[in-house]
């Protein structure tokens, strides 16, 4: 007896249990209409042509991200192909907005189709990189001054005062073996707002270097600059002696930086006397001027009525990276 009272226990509580989860999953179904309903996309609503009627957000948000990794593509920089001498210019890429299509998608009316949203992913290496850079644009009263670093050491407090003094941001081109020895002056530098940029890793002459040497010159001189700074350098290449070739130029632009000259030399190494500096910056000053410079005496002389003289014609001096913008 106690046995059979026992079973229709279990019958019962089967029962119930059968009950409860046949009337949980009516609820939980129709619970899911009613969210489609409240929270889904409209009837009719099509994206890039196919329904996504009654999709809920989450379940929008994953199509999306799916068909992002279809339509996206990546951006192909410019390059230089030394077998043919030959430039193939840069591609933009193409990335997909999926918050805003989502969005769009939701807020679709019935019968509605939406277009991924989608946006430009520029190159970081273009054409131009593979030409050397002799000025900035012309559009505007901007230009940079550009100072190289291989020695003068014993100028730069003063010169970075005044820099400073006139609220200033130069653009300094490193040498290698210069940083080796002074790496606190580079920090400075940085740290007071000025770019760092390269100027090879030695003092050699790149027109007699193989691409291999020229590769080396511009990247252990970035490393080395990035050990000292905590970060990547700018990208910009200022060649010793001011020697390019078409060799210089494309392997300067496959590793992503540009090739930097100047639109007035200072010829401030033969130390010539203040007012012979200043007047050659002043008689050829012109929008998007690049100004080049070296720590020397008569450098530090002339700086501070170079800048007086400039701003007073309305110029305003940034970095070389800002002037090329």
Request: aromatic fraction near 10%; charge should be negative.
């Given at each position: 007896m106690n046995l059979i009272v026992l079973e229709r226990s279990?019958?019962?509580?089967?029962?119930?249990?059968?009950?409860?989860?046949?009337?949980?999953?009516g609820v939980a179904s129709r619970w899911t209409d009613t969210r489609r309903a409240l929270f889904g996309v409209r009837k009719g609503v099509?994206?890039?042509g196919e329904s996504m009627a009654r999709l809920?957000?989450?379940?929008?948000g994953k199509v999306v991200t799916e068909l992002a990794k279809l339509y996206s593509i990546e951006p192909r920089n410019a390059g230089y192909f030394s077998e043919t001498g030959e430039v193939i210019p840069e591609q933009?890429?193409?990335g997909v907005d999926i918050e805003t299509t989502v969005a769009r998608v939701l807020k679709a009316a019935s019968g509605e189709n939406v277009n991924l949203v989608t946006y430009a992913i520029p190159a970081?290496?273009?054409k131009d990189y593979f030409s050397p850079i002799f000025q900035g644009p012309s559009t505007h009263k901007a230009a940079s001054l550009t100072i190289n670093v291989a020695w003068g050491e014993e100028e730069l407090p003063e010169l970075l005062a005044i820099l400073k003094q006139y609220g200033v941001k130069a653009t300094f081109f490193f040498d290698g073996d210069w940083v080796k020895k002074f790496p606190n002056f580079v920090r400075q530098i940085f740290k007071e707002g000025h770019e760092v940029a390269n100027h090879g890793l030695y003092h050699g002459h790149p027109v007699q270097m193989g691409r291999d040497e020229l590769k080396r010159l511009i990247l252990e001189?970035?490393?080395?600059?990035?050990?000292?700074i905590g970060r990547e350098p700018a990208k910009l290449f200022a060649p010793p002696y001011g020697e390019f070739n078409e060799q210089i130029v494309a392997v300067a632009g496959n590793l992503g930086y540009r090739t930097i000259m100047w639109t007035i030399d200072t010829i401030d190494w033969k130390r010539p006397a203040p007012e012979v500096i200043f007047r050659r910056v002043i008689d050829k000053i012109k929008p998007g001027a690049i100004i080049l410079m070296h720590p020397t005496v008569p450098t530090v002389v002339a700086l501070e009525e170079i800048i007086k003289a400039l701003k007073s014609q309305g110029y305003s001096l940034v970095t070389v990276s800002e002037l090329l913008k």
């Open positions: 279990k019958i019962y509580k089967f029962i119930c249990w059968f009950l409860l989860a046949v009337l949980s999953a099509t994206l890039e809920l957000p989450e379940e929008v933009d890429g193409r970081t290496v273009g001189n970035s490393q080395l600059l990035k050990e000292v």
